[in-house]
């Protein structure tokens, strides 16, 4: 399949990324694990769940391969409130491309979901893209358990 325009609204992705610092003055590479051009025929149901970001309700994927928080374009201009975006040196790509993705920032937020709560960020892509929930994070909501050896 060839790579996506970063500036193509029609298609969708789901983001994995993999691990790597969220340090403001260390450079951060991560990958597009998959893309899905139509979005609505998934083979299998997704992993979802309802969140709140700061007062509003949103789905977000849960992606257990993911390292951090994923948020397309238009899913943070329907947060209410407009929440601020800093500058983010996290770099994104499609799998196996060498072109990254327009990051438009970064963002710190509380998400609240059941009856916990915890401070988050979230990265938003330039493009439309599905909320996606790295693995930690979806285990500290007490979403996913993660079992290590």
Same mark, same amino acid.
């Given at each position: 399949?060839?790579?996506?325009?970063?500036?193509?609204?029609?298609?969708?992705?789901?983001?994995?990324?993999f691990?790597?610092s969220?340090?403001?003055?260390?450079?951060?590479?991560?990958?597009?694990? %998959?893309?899905n051009?139509?979005?609505?025929?998934?083979?299998?149901?997704?992993?979802?769940?309802?969140?709140?970001?700061?007062?509003s309700?949103?789905?977000?994927?849960?992606?257990?391969?993911? %390292?951090?928080?994923?948020?397309?374009?238009?899913q943070?201009?329907?947060?209410?409130?407009?929440?601020?975006?800093?500058n %983010?040196?996290?770099?994104?790509?499609?799998?196996?491309?060498?072109?990254?993705l327009?990051?438009?920032?970064?963002?710190?937020?509380t998400?609240?979901?059941?009856?916990?709560?915890?401070?988050?960020?979230?990265h938003?892509?330039a493009?439309?893209?599905?909320?996606?929930? %790295?693995?930690?994070?979806?285990?500290?909501?007490?979403?996913?358990?993660?079992?290590s050896?």
């Amino acid at each position: 399949m060839a790579d996506p325009s970063p500036h193509d609204t029609r298609a969708q992705a789901s983001w994995g990324l993999f691990e790597g610092s969220l340090e403001d003055d260390e450079e951060e590479e991560a990958f597009l694990i %998959s893309y899905n051009e139509n979005p609505k025929r998934h083979r299998k149901p997704q992993p979802t769940c309802e969140i709140d970001i700061e007062g509003s309700t949103v789905t977000a994927l849960i992606d257990t391969g993911a %390292s951090v928080i994923v948020m397309g374009i238009q899913q943070y201009r329907r947060l209410q409130p407009r929440l601020p975006l800093v500058n %983010s040196k996290t770099r994104i790509f499609t799998y196996g491309s060498s072109t990254p993705l327009p990051l438009k920032g970064k963002m710190s937020v509380t998400v609240k979901t059941g009856c916990r709560e915890i401070q988050a960020t979230f990265h938003v892509i330039a493009t439309e893209a599905d909320i996606l929930l %790295s693995s930690h994070f979806a285990e500290d909501l007490g979403l996913v358990p993660l079992h290590s050896e």
